[in-house]
């Protein structure tokens, strides 16, 4: 993700839940940790959908996963956190996190699918409306 991408992600980001301000994915993609994979599709090869994070030392997390609403349910998703997940193990990341609404199950599926587990529960995490969050972790190598 290139700061060239950043109206088309905040385009996409816009139609999501809670969306973050065009700032605040800014500031991910020009943070020291932040780290951020687009993907493309159509014959116009659009930003489709993206995902982006923070990593320090060997462990990463992932902040915001969104694909364009005409293009859900097609694996982008798993497409793009797969991808993350192998540049991020490319660069020494031994493990990675993340937190999802309690009640998102689509994305609880997904995470599972690609190998991710329960670790916590943050309780009234979110707000409007109001939810815990479910901690979940990655083990790049597991043992």
């Known amino acids: 993700m290139t700061a060239a991408d950043l109206d088309a992600v905040a385009a996409i980001e816009a139609r999501t839940p809670h969306p973050w301000s065009r700032e605040q994915l800014a500031a991910q993609m020009h943070s020291p940790a932040g ?3 687009i993907v493309l599709a159509g ?6 959908g993206y995902v982006c994070g923070a990593a320090v030392a060997d462990e990463a997390e992932i902040h915001r996963l969104a694909v364009a609403e005409n ?17 991020l193990r490319t660069d020494g990341i031994r493990r990675c996190w993340l ?20 670790t916590g529960i943050r309780k009234k995490y979110y707000r409007s409306p109001e939810e815990d969050a479910l901690v979940l972790r990655f083990d790049m190598d597991p043992q």
């Open 35 to 37: 780290w951020g994979l």
């Open 43 to 48: 014959s116009e090869a659009a930003v489709a």
């Open 71 to 87: 293009l859900r349910r097609r694996g982008l998703g798993r497409m793009l956190v797969a991808g993350a997940l192998e540049r």
């Open 99 to 118: 937190e999802v609404r309690a009640s998102n199950a689509a994305a609880l599926a997904l995470y599972g699918r690609i190998g991710f587990y329960r």
